[in-house]
């Protein structure tokens, strides 16, 4: 059974650029969060998606956007991207109703030159 | 406003010896509480989590934590280091709002194991 699964692994953009993050939940989930770890730090909150909308969302600016589609899988965009925000970033997913049963995936490692 | 503290960045055990990771919370209510563990290049492992009931609780990879409300603590506990516990540990609060849930995470401790 596959757990969670991101794409790409690695990537490195200019500054100024957009970027796309694909998350696929594992089995069974229908709720995906994604977190934002810069080096040295623990993941920070950036927004949660169930039913194709945003529930909640961290102390991020608007340039951090996001989807879900229909099979639960979710996009992160990040646009104007800053060097600032070189981090890897974390995908997590869960089932609704069951609290805090997140799965992470391994992340997306995002580098901005 | 909810937050995680842990005091140590980095700390060297030998292998075979015990650890002990502290983590340090603040939160209005009763807190819901994780540990968890990322190798490199790797995402995050959840090692045990504290709802309710029995403040002394058994994770996976023989770790344990202990709930301490007194000094809303909730530290990691093993009694014999393996090199392979090398890792970066995190402790996280859940933080429940409206109709979502999210995690509140401390900075990590990095665990070196020595031989």
């Known amino acids: 059974d596959a757990g969670v699964t991101q794409s790409p692994t690695h990537l490195i953009k200019t500054r100024g650029q957009q970027v796309t993050l694909r998350c696929s939940p594992k089995?069974?989930?229908?709720?995906v969060s994604w977190y934002q770890q810069a080096l040295g730090q623990g993941p920070q909150f950036i927004f949660q998606y169930y039913e194709e909308e945003e529930r909640q969302r961290g102390n991020f600016p608007d340039r951090f956007s996001g989807h879900q589609f229909p099979n639960y899988s979710s996009e992160l965009n990040v646009n104007a991207l800053l060097l600032g925000d070189s981090a890897l970033y974390l995908c997590?997913?869960?089932?609704?109703?069951?609290?805090?049963?997140?799965?992470f995936g391994s992340g997306t490692r995002l580098t901005v030159v | 406003a909810q937050s995680v503290t842990q005091p140590d960045i980095h700390i060297t055990v030998s292998e075979g010896a015990s650890l002990e990771l502290r983590c340090n919370y603040s939160y209005g209510a009763t807190p819901y509480l994780f540990w968890y563990v990322q190798s490199p290049g790797q995402g995050l492992q959840l090692l045990l989590k504290y709802f309710s009931g029995d403040t002394l609780v058994q994770g996976i990879k023989g770790f344990e934590a202990e709930f301490k409300r007194s000094q809303s603590s909730f530290n990691l506990r093993k009694p014999s280091v393996h090199w392979s516990d090398a890792a970066e540990y995190f402790c996280a609060v859940g933080s429940y709002g409206g109709a979502t849930n999210k995690l509140i995470f401390g900075t990590g401790t990095l665990l070196a194991v020595q031989p």
């Open positions: 089995s069974g989930h229908d709720t």
């Open positions: 997590a997913s869960s089932a609704r109703g069951e609290g805090y049963g997140y799965t």
